[in-house]
């Protein structure tokens, strides 16, 4: 696939792009970007070896276009447009987690038909169903990573803590509620693109579905504060029921990303109101920290650690740096006790 | 109109119908229930004297049929569709506020064409602003009804508390979130019916329509707590940013409705998740306790009132037997120190 990043190089805004290039490195063949042409994806985005391309014909074999941008608000610009017109024309699948559905397009879904290709909209969704709190598996652990905010982290340290309970033996599954999520797991829910009476039920129907297994790893999305998107974070807090939290942070983030006027409070206010609003539903508790120290050093980072896990009493990695490790142990240590709450 | 309520007798899943009833009663010309037939809406639902008709051709003059329920999921029943197949037969409009779009059913949209009928869909909405925080009016109080599970009746206290302040010259505005809200007032915005990332904005972008009144009055939704639709009540209550809450309850409920195994929490548990989950927006207190007393006489409803003002401090009025003075008053009293807080 050839990612489109219409000029993006904030790794935040850029997040789908980045994480495909991270779990699915052998897909991306280039990212059209012909302001950062030349480059690779380690220069703009600190990143793999995906070469930076100025026009589509560069992509050899590349069959998919994939929107690699989460713009608040998921709206289609003119570049993108443009951009997933001419991949249309020479024959490219398409690959979107915007809001605004590119089959809705007329203009695109017509090329589509005529050139016969595929597009898939990840968050075009159906869900209908209400929370009906029956036939839950009480021996499934459900693990749900909470932030204090949108882009510090939580998809990846998901994907990362069940990576490596499987590498325990442990029978885990990531469970993905977002775009990014979806394309590399395969399967989830689109959360932030239900209807709003729908969400804790699409949630609800997510534990449903897998609690076959004996660990999920619910990703989390939003903050529980955030001025846009904290319907999506409680629907999905209640609706997945978890009896454990990782709660992710941002090192050196005092403001809402998007909002800078709206201050983040305490990582222990967060905790507070996370443990508060999931125990309503059932017995809930932060078990971890997940650090995301991707602007600092390792020396400040590990001192960062130190002093976290001092300050909340808790375990706390940064996953990409440190590894899952700690994270997975701080799920197997709990798992009796989380699951015996009552 | 002529109000179609499927059979429902429940005063809480009719509660569209029985609320047109009463805001609306010079509309409301009958209710087509052919199992109760001959009674009128005070044998059945307590209020007005509404005939209930066996066949549409007996709503004489009636050019509306609206749809009086509210059920979960807002599915279209067979005998819905059948009323409403009828009704556009006969030239009738249709205004609907369920979840499934009347006017996206082929047939009966088709129905509508040849008979040249509107199909108006309360909770069709095309919501796609994310919240921005800015140009928010300070000097606008806005209070917003929150209570402790659905069907409590938060819009009732919201409306009754505008007219109350109204009546004592104040500019105060009733701010309508729901499908029966929106068809009493006239606008609003159906907020269970938003695509989950544009819940908060939706909600935002009611104050920025509205803040040149003095006093909102926004209709809460769901509960904070509720399995169902917390997503709806937080994204709200964020959204709408109130300064001040009426925290309303019916007496002698204390499961969820609709899902009785899930337990209510006490009140003092209830004004204390919304102050702290409110407050993490703007600076935000409980006012005033709404009692919904439906179900017991006046001295019950009397000793409640009295206990419950003792044990939270509060205010306290069942609006609809006390009229809602009392909780117009703490409005009024309060409205320097919430406009001051920060």
Do not use: W
């Amino acid at each position: 696939m050839v990612l489109l990043t219409d000029g993006v190089t904030n790794v935040g805004t850029a997040k789908t792009a980045v994480n495909l290039i991270r779990y699915k490195p052998e897909e991306c063949v280039a990212i059209l970007d012909p302001s950062n042409a030349g480059k690779t994806s380690r220069d703009i985005f600190g990143i793999g070896n995906v070469p930076i391309i100025r026009a589509l014909a560069e992509g050899k074999d590349a069959n998919v276009i994939a929107i690699g941008i989460a713009p608040a608000g998921g709206k289609l610009s003119p570049t993108l447009r443009a951009a997933i017109l001419e991949a249309i024309s020479l024959g490219m699948e398409v690959l979107s987690g915007l809001h605004t559905f590119v089959s809705d397009d007329p203009e695109l879904a017509d090329a589509a038909r005529r050139h016969n290709v595929r597009i898939f909209d990840v968050r075009k969704n159906t869900e209908r169903d209400v929370t009906q709190r029956k036939n839950i598996n009480p021996q499934c652990l459900r693990i749900h990573t909470v932030g204090h905010d949108c882009n510090v982290g939580k998809m990846v340290v998901s994907v990362e803590v069940a990576n490596a309970l499987r590498k325990r033996g442990h029978d885990a599954k990531f469970v993905a509620t977002g775009q990014t999520g979806i394309m590399i797991e395969g399967d989830g829910c689109p959360i932030d693109a239900v209807v709003a009476d729908f969400i804790n039920g699409a949630a609800e129907k997510l534990v449903l579905q897998n609690q076959h297994h004996e660990i999920l790893l619910f990703e989390g999305q939003g903050s529980i504060i955030h001025p846009r998107y904290s319907a999506v974070t409680l629907g999905l807090l209640h609706g997945c029921m978890p009896q454990g939290l990782i709660l992710c942070y941002e090192m050196g983030r005092d403001t809402v990303y998007g909002l800078d006027q709206v201050k983040l409070p305490s990582l222990q206010k967060f905790k507070d109101l996370y443990e508060l609003n999931a125990s309503t539903q059932h017995p809930c508790r932060v078990i971890a920290i997940g650090i995301n120290g991707r602007k600092f050093s390792d020396a400040e980072v590990e001192e960062e650690r130190k002093r976290i896990e001092g300050e909340l009493g808790l375990p706390a990695a940064d996953e990409l740096r440190h590894g899952a490790d700690r994270l997975a142990e701080a799920v197997i240590s709990n798992r009796e006790s989380l699951l015996a709450a009552k």
